[in-house]
């Protein structure tokens, strides 16, 4: 289960990216920062399960 959740930040975090460089590119503000968020949300996905690894060793 661990490897699914890596993997759903790993695409949270690039859908992110995406979204706000889509943002930039037409000038929408609101979508950067949905962007931005998103990808904020994979990094919280992503330390949450390198801490859960971490205490399973």
Same mark, same amino acid.
């Given at each position: 289960?661990?490897? $699914? +959740?890596?993997?759903?930040?790993?695409?949270? $975090?690039?859908?992110?990216? #995406?979204?706000?460089?889509?943002?930039?590119?037409?000038?929408? +503000?609101?979508?950067?920062? +949905?962007?931005?968020? !998103? $990808?904020?949300?994979? !990094? #919280?996905?992503?330390?949450?399960?390198?801490?859960?690894?971490?205490?399973? !060793?």
């Amino acid at each position: 289960m661990s490897a $699914q +959740e890596k993997a759903k930040a790993k695409a949270e $975090q690039a859908k992110g990216k #995406l979204k706000e460089q889509a943002g930039r590119a037409v000038g929408n +503000e609101s979508k950067e920062a +949905e962007g931005r968020a !998103d $990808q904020a949300k994979g !990094d #919280l996905r992503g330390a949450k399960e390198k801490a859960k690894d971490a205490f399973r !060793d």
